[in-house]
Each structure stands twice: as structure tokens, then as C-alpha cells.
């Protein structure tokens, strides 16, 4: 699966962004899609996953973060409300093969480049 992040960039703290994730290959809509975010300095964390059974999100995004996919379109969204300086990264969409959502950044093959978010305050 090729995956391509867009929709990135600057905003002011509590301003709404969305992310968009274009996905081309086989089988797309069986995969689980995740969102994952890296900022300087530390490691790659879950944000977001879609797939069967769910969406599942870390804490700290709970009620700001929504993803969605539509699969006829072979896209996944991510709407970040209240956006905060912590959010500030670089964000990447992931595929994982079995449909199932995981937040582990090793359970996924395949990776976008990612799509830079900076939230000033």
C-alpha cells in the first residue's frame, strides 16, 4: 500500500486543522489505517487508528481528534480540533495489513512521508 499525507501546517493554538491521508493499492479498504506523530527529539507515537472493530485514539487527543476513512475513495482523515503547541509534529498515515488498529508503530508496513502540524501559542 502507497500512502500520501497532505493537509499539514501552521495554525494558532485552539484553531482546527485537518489532515488527509490518500492510500493506492490492493485490497486497501481491508487494512487498518493509522495516524502516528513525531515531534523533535522523540519518539514516533499513535495518535489515530480506523479499521475493523473501530477507532481507537490516545488519551491526550480524546474528544479533539477524530479519524474517519471513506473507503471508496481510499482516504483517511484526521479532524484535530483545540489544537495545542504539544500537537505540534510531523504526522504520518500508516497502513497495517489484517484490519486491525494497533499503536504500535511496528505493527505497520507501509508509511506516508508525512505532513508537518506546528500550533503556536
Known amino acids: 500500500v502507497q500512502l500520501e499525507e497532505s493537509g499539514g501546517g501552521s495554525v494558532q493554538a485552539g484553531d482546527s486543522l485537518r489532515v488527509s491521508c490518500a492510500a493506492s493499492?490492493?485490497?486497501?479498504?481491508?487494512?487498518?489505517l493509522g495516524w502516528f506523530r513525531q515531534a523533535p527529539g522523540k519518539e514516533r507515537e499513535f495518535v489515530a487508528g480506523i479499521g475493523r472493530g473501530g477507532v481507537s485514539y490516545r488519551d491526550s487527543v480524546k474528544g479533539r481528534f477524530t479519524v474517519t476513512r471513506d473507503n471508496a475513495k481510499n482516504m483517511a482523515y484526521l479532524q484535530m480540533n483545540s489544537l495545542k503547541p504539544e500537537d505540534t509534529a510531523v504526522y504520518y498515515c500508516a497502513a497495517k495489513a489484517g484490519g486491525v488498529v494497533s499503536s504500535t508503530p511496528q505493527h505497520y508496513a507501509d508509511w506516508g512521508r508525512g505532513t508537518q502540524v506546528t500550533v503556536a501559542s
Open positions: 493499492g490492493r485490497f486497501v479498504s481491508t487494512y487498518a
